[in-house]
């Protein structure tokens, strides 16, 4: 094409309101808001117009341009943030949203969101009261700790605990606990950002109690313990238990704090999973603040949960950085109908989505994944080998480190697909459906998928597979 040529096409290009005229006649365009409509078409002309300007001869008809335009705006409006199918068997997946609350939390967000609440009303003396009353006298009962405190995240938790505690002083910590947990949280960074200088004692396998008893100076603010979450240290490893160590902090005038990470408030053992560390055994401890997440093995919303001694919470709820990192209404809520649950534990295994699917014995997982099979093959009939496969499913998380929970899950061989293929489709489709690859099988893992669930996986795989 010439120069004149391209010039020739730009000018014959329809103008947006033109477009606009004719969409008005379609049914589509009362859905959407004309806003959207207009982003859309201009979008949909400009890159037309690099088309033309570029080496491809783009052949451009009216009915092209509104076609295309509703089809972008129809995917403008469509939600960024939505549900998907969680196959993977980590129950613990941050990319996938972490916990799933349970459905007293989800009532309980329902009630006081669509109706004004006592966020920050005391209704007996109808004065201000404080928001955090919703849930600390839970989380004391639930953990023995004197005094308790709620903030955005266990990050958030960490940073103002350390600022408040340690600022413009040194913090003692073991070499083996200086930890990254996923998404850019090390423990030397955050001890940065809070105002402390790091002390680093012992060694990546071994620290001593008299690594932490010499590391003390004038200068010494803090004892800190971190909570491995993530890893394991193995062979020839020694480190000073947090009873210990408060121990040396009373004597020595230094608290101690534990980053438990995830932290537990039943004892897992029970279910003949490892123990986990729980936090009632931390404040027994006698640690004098002890931080731990709301979304890991507690099963509630995002929140960074803050438990000690009263007179150490208080210092903690006077720093102006508290203000900054408060949680709001919907996790207040969701909290509190959580914790709620742990009062009678049988029902807290029952009904938090976490602790249930963790706990999911093999027969149910057998079960699970028998009834999935079946109802895949009945749907994909030769178009893959659907097999059952003794597997494990990980927690995630950064709970229970290399813990594997053996598991039965669904595999599939396409017969005329490749798994890479497979899986692509899959997470494509809507709702997204995320497994796993292992070899040449995708993996279909029924610990993490929910009920009714089964159904639209199936039905996915047909259309996939069967190419309906
Ligand atoms: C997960 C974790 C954190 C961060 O907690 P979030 O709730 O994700 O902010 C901090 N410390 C440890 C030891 C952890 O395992």
Known sequence: ??????????????????????????????????????????????????????????????????????????????????????ATGVVLHTNLGRALL?????????????????????????????????????????????SAIVVNNNAGAVLLALNTLAQDTEVVVSRGELVEIGGSFRIPDVMTKSGCRLKEVGTTNRTHLRDYEQAITEHTGLFLKVHASNYKIEGFTASVGLAQLSKLGKRKNIPVMEDLGSGTLIDFSAYGLPPEPMVSDSIAAGADVVTFSGDKLLGGPQSGIIV??????????????????????????????????????KRAIREIPTLRMLTMSHEQTCKKAKDLQKRILKAVDTAARVELADLESRPGGGSFPELKLPTLCVTISPRDMSVARLEKHLRLSSPPIIGRIEGDRYILDPRTIQTGQEEIITTTLEKILLKK
């Open 1 to 86: 094409m010439t120069h004149a040529d391209k010039h020739q096409q730009l000018r014959d290009l329809p103008g947006v309101d033109h477009i606009l005229e004719l969409i008005k006649t379609d049914d589509r365009f009362f859905e959407l808001p004309r806003k959207v409509i207009l982003e859309s078409i201009r979008s949909v002309l400009e890159k037309i117009r690099q088309d033309i300007l570029g080496e491809t001869h783009p052949k451009i008809e009216n009915k092209d341009i509104i076609d295309q335009s509703l089809e972008l705006a129809g995917r403008k409006i469509k939600n960024r943030l939505f549900p998907v199918i969680n």
């Open 102 to 146: 349970c459905e007293d939390a989800l009532e309980n967000i329902q009630a006081i969101s669509r109706s004004y609440s006592n966020l920050e009303l005391n209704i007996a003396t109808g004065k201000r009261g404080i928001r955090y009353t919703a849930v600390e006298e839970l989380i004391c009962e639930l953990t023995g700790a004197q």
């Open 308 to 345: 000690g001694q009263k007179q150490t919470i208080d210092r903690i709820k006077a720093n102006p950085l508290t203000r900054a990192l408060r949680i709001d209404k919907l996790t207040l809520g969701a909290l509190e109908a959580t914790l709620k649950l742990y009062r009678d534990e």
